[in-house]
């Protein structure tokens, strides 16, 4: 039985171009980059050039660019690093229901540690209004953190919207922006984003790397500390082939982009048309305004888990809420953001598509989907047919 990988939100297996690039920067390319003689010129210049390439990409500047370990860890430096530095000028941080942990769990941290935050909501399409955002600021606003698509139901946030509001006051704006690099245009000098979190593992690159663009003057408290690597705001000797990897899969990805992403969207598109002929089935999150490779749906009353293991059966990976929070019985605090029922939002299913997807997929998940969700239905008590 084939296979057919539909979780790219969760991760993407990395190119073989991206493996490539990496293999000699293990071999050879081992020095530390921070000595003096030939192996560690040899391990800087890698890293510089990783930097430069990323940095181009995304509009920035080489020193804008700080490596991390994980999405997670750029997410955590850009909110705790901003908001504890600028302590002494207020304490008020804004951010929005449906964001990733990263975000959530560290705004949390803060709150447990004297910071005032306010949750905007969403409404049922997901989405954030920059005017919610506007109503929320106060005199003490220091900093705003809203993503740009979200990683469950896939609806893009207005950043760039947002981020006027906050230059305007000069107010920090921070997104995360791990589903968007590599699948859409990113250039934040043009976006007026101030930060913003990446993770390579997302874009066909290896997993434990990430980046953070921190625009020139902002300043930041470190996690980490100890050596002076990434220009003090991150300690710890270099992860070079990883960075090699991450900005080569992002070269990759771009130049990509413009020739996938039509054909992600059009696959993307028909799979909502072909599910939502299923009964008692929602399409989750924005109809246009969304991730190119997001599909979710609800199935009222089934379980995601069960239809999961299902689908598992029939070769088809795919999942229900985050890959956090799958393998929880917690519904998406994303879905229920959104107003669903934790009845409802049990019953969902996130397929994501990549560069590996075909037509052939779609048929064939198109062909399997609607029998699994009857016979699920079949069973369960809360359904009457
Ligand atoms: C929107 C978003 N932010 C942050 C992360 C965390 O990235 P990482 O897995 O590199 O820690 C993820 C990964 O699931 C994500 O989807």
Not at 3 to 11: C, G, K, Q, V
Not at 301 to 319: C, F, Q, R, T
Request: glycine share 8%; net charge negative.
């Amino acid at each position: 039985m084939e296979r057919i990988y539909l979780d790219h939100a969760a991760t993407t297996p990395v190119r073989p171009e991206v493996l490539e690039a990496m293999l000699p920067v293990y071999r050879e390319t081992f020095g530390n980059a921070s000595s003096v003689y030939s192996w560690g010129r040899e391990a800087r210049k890698a890293m510089d050039d990783a930097r430069a390439a990323t940095a181009d990409i995304l509009g920035a500047d080489f020193n804008e660019i700080i490596f991390t370990g994980s999405g997670s860890e750029a997410d955590n430096l850009a909110v705790k690093g901003a908001a504890w530095k600028q302590r002494h000028k207020g304490k008020h941080i804004i951010t929005s229901t449906i964001e990733h942990h990263a975000v959530l769990d560290a705004v949390k941290w803060l709150e447990s540690n004297g910071f005032d935050v306010t949750y905007v909501p969403v409404d049922e399409d997901g989405l954030v209004s920059a005017a919610d955002v506007e109503t929320a600021l106060r005199e003490d606003t220091i900093l705003i953190t809203i993503m740009h698509g979200n990683n469950e139901m896939g609806t893009l946030q207005p950043v760039e919207e947002i981020a006027a509001l906050a230059r305007e006051r000069g107010i920090l704006f921070h997104t995360d922006a791990v589903q968007t690099v590599g699948a859409l245009p990113i250039d934040v000098k043009q976006m007026g984003i101030d930060m913003l979190t990446l993770s390579a593992h997302k874009f066909y690159g290896p997993k434990g790397v990430g980046a953070l663009y921190v625009r020139k003057g902002v300043r930041l408290d470190p996690l980490i500390h100890g050596g002076a690597q990434e220009r003090n705001r991150r300690a710890g000797t270099e992860d070079i082939p990883s960075i090699v990897g991450l900005a080569k899969a992002l070269e990759l990805a771009e130049r990509e982009r413009q020739s996938l992403m039509p054909r992600l969207i059009t696959m993307r598109d028909r799979l909502i048309a072909g599910l939502e002929q299923i009964p008692e089935t929602k399409v989750n999150g924005h109809r246009e305004k969304r991730l190119p490779n997001n599909v979710n749906v609800c199935f009222r009353y089934i379980e995601g888990e069960s239809l999961l293991l299902n689908l598992d059966m029939m070769g088809i990976a795919a999942s229900s809420g985050s890959a956090c929070t799958s393998g929880s019985l917690d519904p998406s605090h994303v879905l229920l953001a959104m107003g669903l029922s934790h009845e409802i939002a049990h019953g969902s299913l996130r397929l994501t598509l990549g560069r590996s997807t075909t037509d052939a997929h779609v048929d064939y998940v198109l062909q399997h989907v609607p029998p699994i969700v009857t016979r699920l239905r079949e069973m369960s008590p809360l359904y009457q047919a």
